[in-house]
């Protein structure tokens, strides 16, 4: 980063400038004496600086004033194979550091026993030992008081904890081994102080699933039970609740943390068993998260809270492979919407949601496009991404107007990363919290104009790393150039006119982190479950029970946490998608077997099978026939109906036909949804015409012959005998009365009646081969489908 802190500050004022070149040119004139009295190839130049390791455990105070007494302890280890003999451990003092590189430069030749730092305070401070054996530590403890150490004028420090000794092969005095650190010095009240704002991170893992249980709170299932680890005494997250209470800090919270641990509080969440079934979540987990709980509502309570997008979503991913797919800016959106209600329902605070939050604060044009596009109008950045470019002298402050009313807040590469790495041992631990210190220190003295400086750290700290974020902003607090500022004020403050405020492009992000980022076909799966939940969501009567925890859990498919984790990111989406999958499955039409139509026309029934717990609607059964000319429904090639089911009950829905032919006719039936779309899968079936024959046709038309034969003959014989009966007559017009009983030729009055219809349904009294199967058609009914029949399980 070129920033001014790799240059003496130019607009300091003249008695402070002269008081830190005074002072380092008397504390680094002994060193130059005793290097003049040194021979040519001094043999403590040759010492391996791997002989003796040093390690300093503690340093307090941290940063001392006048009158204090300075307590350095740690242990010293013999590496070598030779016992180190006349051994002592003592105190140097260096000159002061001018510059922030002149700390890194230490920092990074921290135990390099080649080069001195300065005069050894000597005398009674130090702790001496008879011998060392190969590989044995040994503990050191020195008191000294600050007036001892002649500091001079304010400023950083080097400060070291050397072990100076003999060996056998070596048998002279010399540095074996050193340890070096900075000690802050700032004895009294700063001219200007710098605003320091810190932001405390509370993030997690995913931990829940989109499944919930059928009962009327719908139970969540988490993945695991690693939440509970974080939240038991001594876990990660208790530490940072614990030790974010006493610091003025800004907490940075996922909602989706607190919605996982909230739903743990009521002890009704489940863990994934054998052979796909779930088992209850331990009941003394409910106890621990309603604690946490309680104590996060404590520790936030007067202080500011921003909440990030639900679930933390990768902003860089999805700019830079997620904005091609359709609707994954929607997602980002949605995520930002429920996070303040989520903290507010939660935490009954009211959180900001005006901060995005890049990883690592690395930021390019299309990142701050889809920052910004959800309604955040911050992005929190990081000085070694929105590097500087103007020469500036100093570190400026945080805020920086990059135009569209956007405001990227620069957060302090060095003071943000000071953290990192495995803070697990005391020493590595003083080691960073003196190098927090030092820079701190350094940025307040470069100039004498006021800034406000932002550290934003790892999103997910360790328990060390925590703890040693705690003890170095402690110590920042009781210092005398630091005052603590939130967030928010750091935003609003008048930003320096001669900051940068060009975003680098595309082409600066860093390609670590690219490597990282959730792949374009992870979007495009997101985007098909998306389609999915919305095709189901519109059968429901219920619809939050299902749209809530999958719209939850498509955000969390995108979360900045899957970065390094790529195969649990793919089996979680997979995950997502099979479990909608599986839901929308149980509403389904059941299959059918060949069907024989009896008749020329009947009913055929169709189920739809819901196995849900809720009633289902707003979808319409399509049976269609593909040879309409054969086999009609409803009078055409297709007949539609609409369907309501009762959770966890079947319906058969009926359908009129009529057959024209004999014949084996495929016929389809399908789910739709009201708005046309396609819902499940289709089933076909064969309806096989069995009763329009040929010989059927012959009987019927053998049947209409015989009738017109009957009637002719019928006519004739009426005829012949009204010949007869005039003849009888004759000229007297005597005759027989023709409607006398006995008479067998006597003609009726009445026409054949037209048989009777029958109640029976058509086709019943026809007779059947004994080959043939039962037909499993009903005649053609206009009763109204029943309501659903419970289905068996």
Sequence with gaps: ????????????????????????????????????????????????????????????????????????????????????????????????????????????????????????????????????????????????????????????????????????????????????????????????????????????????????????????????????????????????????????VTWVIDPDLLASVDAMATGNYRLPGDNDTTTPGPKDHQAVAKQWLADLQDAVAGKEVVALPFADPDLASLAHNGTSVTGSLSHLKDATDVAATTVKTVLHVTPSTDFAWPVEGAVDPAIMKVATSAGADRVIARSDSLQETTGLPYTPSAARPVGGGTTAVVADARLSTAFEGDLTKANSTTLAVQAFLAQSLEVNEQTDKQRSIVVAPQRMPTASQAQAMAAALKALEGANWSQSQNLSAAAKDKPDPDATTQIPSTQFYPSSLRKQELPASAFGQIARTEDKLDNFQVILTDRSRVVTPFGRAINREMSTSWRGRSGDADSYRDGVESWLDDLAAQVKLIQKSETKLSGRSATIPVTVQNNLVQPVGHLVLRLTSSNPTRLKIGGKAYSEQPVEVSGGHSQSVKFATSANANGRVTVVAQLYTEDGQQYGDAVSF??????????????????????????????????????RQAEDDGPDGAGQDTDAPGNPDAPSDRLPQEPEESDSPAGADDPQQPSDPAPDTAPESTDPSGTGERVDR
Aim: glycine share 10%; aromatic share 6%; proline share 6%.
């Design 1 to 248: 980063m070129a920033e001014a802190a790799d240059f003496q500050a130019s607009s300091a004022s003249p008695a402070r400038r002269w008081l830190r070149r005074t002072g380092a040119l008397l504390a680094g004139a002994p060193l130059l004496a005793g290097l003049l009295q040194l021979p040519a190839a001094a043999p403590a130049q040759a010492a391996s600086s791997d002989t003796v390791s040093v390690a300093l455990d503690s340093l307090a105070p941290n940063a001392p004033t006048d009158g204090d007494t300075l307590t350095v302890s740690g242990t010293v280890t013999n590496n070598g194979k030779q016992a180190v003999t006349q051994a002592h451990v003592g105190l140097e003092v260096g000159p002061s550091l001018t510059t922030r590189s002149a700390i890194d430069n230490v920092t990074r030749r921290s135990d390099d026993v080649q080069s001195g730092i300065g005069t050894e305070v000597g005398g009674k401070y130090v702790q001496k030992f008879t011998s060392l054996a190969p590989g044995v530590a040994e503990h050191f403890s020195i008191s000294v008081p600050v007036d001892k150490l002649d500091l001079g004028a304010d400023g950083v420090y080097e400060f070291g904890v050397s072990l100076s000794g003999q060996t056998s092969a070596q048998p002279w005095d010399q540095v074996l081994g050193i340890q070096r650190t900075f000690l802050p010095w700032q004895p009294s009240d700063a001219d200007t102080k710098t605003k320091t704002t810190f932001l405390w991170p509370l993030l997690s893992t995913v931990h829940m699933t989109a499944k919930t249980g059928a009962g009327e709170l719908q139970t969540p299932v988490f993945l695991n039970d690693d939440l509970a680890k974080e939240l038991a005494p001594g876990g990660r997250l208790t530490q940072m609740v614990d030790l974010g209470k006493d610091l003025d």
């Design 686 to 723: 064969d309806v096989k015409v069995t009763e329009v024959t040929p010989t059927v046709m012959l009987v019927i038309g053998g049947g209409v012959l015989l009738l017109v034969l009957a009637g002719f003959r019928m006519y004739t014989q009426r005829k012949r005998a009204a010949a």
